[in-house]
């Protein structure tokens, strides 16, 4: 199909009008660099754009782009404080003339190409499905005085990096330390015989310590990747890929805590059959039975209690609030909430299941356990109403 020859969407602002005629007339990328240097240069990623000059840069070497495909990304870049609708683009770029969005789908093909993306990871153009793109990498610009460009929104709520990492201590570490006392006091007193003592005192000594200063070290390893928009202080709203990292730490660092209480209730019991030679299938089955317990308990608070933080806090500070492409990412944390639901009703499920088989003198300290399982199991549901309801107020 016939197309008119394109024009510059930029002149009157940008005035490179004539530059891009020049180019299309077999100009040279030498020939745009003798222009006066513009009043911005937008930096994202390896990449400088410089919308006066008409130039595209990655790592400091000039990238080869066609001149209709640097308008799209001039044009996108300057609007990124909003969604750019297909029909925008197709009046934009094809005014007068009748095209298919075949057309479109093929400028932002090449326009992904060219700046290292592509339609699964989207980190620099993001589709939203069905209405038009946005421009999401994390910018960085440098204005002089004469810049026309408007700013970008600046999202509200935006919370401070120090201010995350306290509440990951709160949400995680706290939570973690309570039932590792509890669990200690349950074994040492339910479980552990005298002559096994000295070497479980040992173990506890020299086991806890490094398990959750690993612990910890990887809830703040995804913790610092989830955040990093907020160390960098970006203008405008973050990636997809940053806000789907802020909306499932919570579950990030509850895994870290399942992993982490399973592979202690599987350590435990060789340590000491390591030490002492004399530990029992009864007792292997106590440790392991009472750390997953504990596992189970330790990822349900955390999720739900930095999962509501991510979500009151961190993702709006991302500038998340009505972002259509998170929409999938905001229904799967409702569905895994449900799963940490199901997950809390397994602690009083597994303390009964242990209770029908075990001694009569465990069976008071089993009780109380099963009943602290249905107060988590409570809280757990109404955390999880707690959670919905902020989701759906994200999806409407």
């Known amino acids: 199909m016939l197309l008119r020859k394109p024009v510059s969407i930029f002149a009157d602002e940008l005035q490179v009008g004539p530059f891009v005629d020049s180019l299309r007339r077999g100009g040279t990328a030498a020939r745009l660099r003798q ?14 754009l410089d919308p006066t000059r008409f130039e595209l840069s990655r790592s400091g070497e000039l990238v080869e782009i066609k001149p209709k495909v640097l308008d799209l990304l001039v044009y996108l870049v300057r609007h990124r404080d909003r969604l750019v609708t297909k029909d925008e683009l197709l009046d934009t770029f094809w005014a007068d003339t009748v095209i298919s969005e075949g057309s479109l789908s093929n400028l932002i093909y090449e326009l992904r190409s060219s700046v290292g993306d592509d339609a699964q990871r989207q980190v620099v153009i993001e589709t939203v499905r069905g209405r038009g793109f946005r421009f999401v990498a994390e910018v960085h610009s440098s204005s002089g005085e004469n810049s026309s460009e408007p700013e970008p929104h600046v999202p509200t709520s935006r919370p401070s990096v120090a201010e995350s990492v306290f509440m990951i201590f709160v949400c995680a570490v706290i939570p973690n330390a309570i039932l590792a006392s509890a669990n200690y006091t349950y074994n040492s007193a339910q479980v552990v015989v005298d002559y096994i003592r000295p070497a479980f005192e040992t173990i506890v000594l020299w086991y806890n310590p490094i398990s959750f200063s690993c612990s910890l070290a990887l809830d703040l390893f995804f913790a610092w990747k989830a955040l990093g928009p907020l160390r960098f202080g970006f203008p405008g709203a973050a990636s997809m890929e940053s806000r789907q990292r802020a909306l499932l730490l919570g579950h990030v660092i509850a895994l870290i805590g399942i992993f982490s209480w399973i592979l202690a209730g599987i350590l435990y019991p060789l340590l000491l059959e390591m030490m002492t030679g004399v530990v029992t299938a ?14 189970l308990v330790a990822a349900v608070f955390p999720f739900f209690s930095m999962t509501e933080y991510s979500l009151r806090r961190i993702y709006p500070g991302l500038g998340g609030v009505g972002q259509e492409a998170d929409r999938s990412s905001l229904m799967r944390l409702r569905q895994l909430g449900g799963a940490y639901v199901l997950a809390a009703g397994g602690v009083p499920l597994l303390s009964i299941t242990l209770l029908a088989i075990t001694g009569e003198h465990e069976r008071v300290v089993l009780a109380w356990v099963s009943g602290f399982g249905i107060l988590v199991l409570a809280a757990a549901f109404g955390m999880y109403r707690r959670l919905v309801q902020r989701i759906e107020m994200y999806l409407l």
């Open 35 to 48: 222009v006066e240097p513009g009043t911005k240069i937008i930096a994202f990623g390896d990449f400088s």
């Open 282 to 295: 009864e007792g292997t089955l106590h440790f392991f039975a009472s750390l997953v317990l504990c596992g």
